[in-house]
């Protein structure tokens, strides 16, 4: 059975930071493209950042420069590091696993809420 959870959302002041983490248990982890998605009230998702099973990672315009994405395959992991936090940022962050193959799978955790706000 697949599971994907994340933890480590929270309030925070504007400039402030948090690390979000996610653990993935049931797949093949190393071989998967980990992403971080958000989702404010009102709008779309929308991919905040990825990173390939080869450590390659991809950014949003909103975060690049702010937030870092890493992965520790021994811990089936992944990490997002959010500094200089803005109001905007206010959201639901979802992790998820996607691998394309004869099978394309994506596997979605079910969130965590970060909060800017003084």
């Known amino acids: 059975q697949v599971q994907v959870v994340e933890s480590g959302g929270g309030l925070v002041q504007p400039g402030g930071s948090l690390r979000l983490s996610c653990a993935a248990s049931?797949?093949?982890?190393?071989?998967?493209?980990m992403n971080w998605y958000r989702q404010a009230p009102g709008k779309q998702r929308e991919l905040v950042a990825s990173?390939?099973?080869?450590?390659?990672?991809n950014f949003a315009d909103s975060t690049q420069g702010r937030f870092t994405i890493s992965r520790d395959n021994a811990k089936n992991t992944v990490y997002l590091q959010m500094n200089s936090l803005k109001p905007e940022d206010t959201a639901l962050y979802y992790c998820?696993?996607?691998?394309?193959?004869?099978?394309?799978?994506?596997?979605w955790g079910q969130g965590t809420q970060v909060t800017v706000s003084t």
């Open positions: 998820s696993a996607y691998r394309r193959g004869i099978t394309t799978t994506n596997y």
């Open positions: 990173i390939t099973s080869g450590g390659s990672t």
């Open positions: 049931g797949i093949t982890f190393r071989t998967y493209t």
